[in-house]
């Protein structure tokens, strides 16, 4: 079983560029979250992504947007970056059935960003 | 508005002792109670999680304290070890479980 794993580790951009954030999801889970964290934060939810849809999204401005592709992995994507984009960005897959809520969130290692 | 404070910020224990990390939330309509342990460049991991259903819950060296009425969780780390020296996040979702929201964290050190 392989776990959650991000590309790039880390990046290094300028203010006003685009990024993309990668994300490979745990075998067997078909539903990907993106967090961002700031230094000494804990985690905020950035959004979700269930069958290749947004399926919930945090207070973070439309310059944040997403993928899921049919693997269920994942892209973030964030454009006009600002210094304040700055961040740990984490993904984290799980497991969501119809029927009920879904368990057993697994993060990835995060991929640091950094705006200058 | 943050609807998870966690505390301490940072807490020191010898080797052996508790570890007692609090955690207060404002949504009532939380309904899973996890605990996350970060180490530096790791991702955070699922150390232990409760549900408002019961009180308490225990795995090996950690336990989950859960006052429903108060609004308040705590983290219980019996025996802690140099090894548990990370930072430990409290973390609360709605049911449904589309978005954790997390306290802002501890940072744990355990002296040997």
């Known amino acids: 079983e392989t776990g959650v794993t991000q590309s790039p580790t880390h990046l290094i951009k300028t203010r006003g560029q685009q990024v993309t954030l990668r994300c490979s999801s745990q075998?067997?889970?078909?539903?990907v979250s993106w967090y961002q964290q700031a230094l000494g934060q804990g985690p905020q939810f950035i959004f979700q992504y269930y069958r290749e849809e947004e399926n919930g999204r945090g207070n973070f401005p439309p310059r944040f947007s997403g993928l899921q592709f049919p693997n269920y992995s994942s892209e973030l994507n964030v454009n006009a970056l600002e210094l304040d984009d700055s961040a740990l960005y984490l993904c984290a897959s799980s497991l969501k059935t119809d029927s009920g809520p879904h368990y057993g969130y697994t993060f990835g290692s995060g991929t640091r960003l950094t705006v200058v | 508005q943050q609807q998870v404070k966690q505390s301490p910020q940072s807490l020191i224990v010898q080797k052996g002792g508790i570890s007692i990390i609090n955690c207060a939330y404002e949504?009532?309509?939380?309904?899973?109670f996890p605990w996350y342990q970060q180490f530096p460049g790791k991702g955070p991991a699922l150390l232990i999680a409760?549900?408002?259903?019961?009180s308490e819950k225990k795995e090996g060296r950690f336990t989950i304290s859960f006052n429903k009425s108060a609004k308040q969780f705590s983290l219980h780390i019996m025996d802690s070890q140099p090894g548990d020296s990370a930072t430990y996040f409290c973390a609360a979702s709605p049911a449904g479980r589309r978005a954790l929201t997390f306290g802002s964290g501890t940072r744990l050190q355990v002296q040997p």
């Open positions: 949504n009532t309509a939380f309904d899973y």
């Open positions: 409760i549900r408002p259903d019961v």
């Open positions: 075998s067997g889970h078909n539903t």
